[in-house]
């Protein structure tokens, strides 16, 4: 279900064109500055790039299993390494984006832009927004996104989940 997000023509192959159709849609829908959206570009060109979506060739359906493997590994050894981590640079500008009046925090209705963004009913901001704010304070700190991000980029599927991802939608 996470390939086919991206592949947007359904030929089983991701390209790097279908995967900044997301990002140069996120700017038809904020107030974000051009410094920002370009920022999320680049981070979603480097987290695909390290997802193995190669520039020139994409990342073909049969190989997304054992690349999202690679990855994780990867993330892993680049924790223990204290490196960056390629999920905290995609889910930090998603974030900065998102944060529309600028107070550090995101709230359920800057959550429902995403969701629109990514052609998803925007009531299924509520489940995701529940899930993410796991201290309670009817905000989303930027840690608790890149929380979320993680669980969804490095656990394998589970259909419990599908409302919190929006596969159901």
């Not at 700017?27 to 974000?32: E, G, K, M, P, S």
Request: charged share 35%; proline share 4%.
């Amino acid at each position: 279900k996470r390939f086919d997000t991206f592949d947007l023509d359904t030929d089983g192959k991701m390209n790097m064109d279908e995967i900044m159709y997301w990002p140069d849609r996120m700017r038809q829908l904020v107030n974000a500055t051009d410094e920002q959206v370009e920022k999320m570009r680049e981070a979603v060109r480097v987290f695909f790039f390290n997802k193995g979506v190669d520039p020139v060739n994409g990342l073909k359906r049969e190989d997304w299993v054992e690349a999202n493997r690679v990855f994780a590994e990867a993330e892993r050894d680049r924790e223990r390494r204290g490196e960056p981590s390629m999920i905290a640079l995609l889910s930090n500008a998603y974030y900065d984006v998102l944060d529309d009046d600028g107070d550090g925090t995101v709230d359920v209705d800057e959550l429902k832009t995403m969701m629109k963004a990514f052609d998803v009913p925007q009531e299924a901001a509520y489940t995701f927004f529940e899930k993410a704010d796991t201290d309670k304070s009817g905000k989303l700190e930027r840690q608790e996104l890149v929380h979320l991000f993680r669980k969804f980029w490095m656990e394998p599927y589970d259909p419990q989940w599908d409302g919190v991802y929006a596969y159901k939608y």
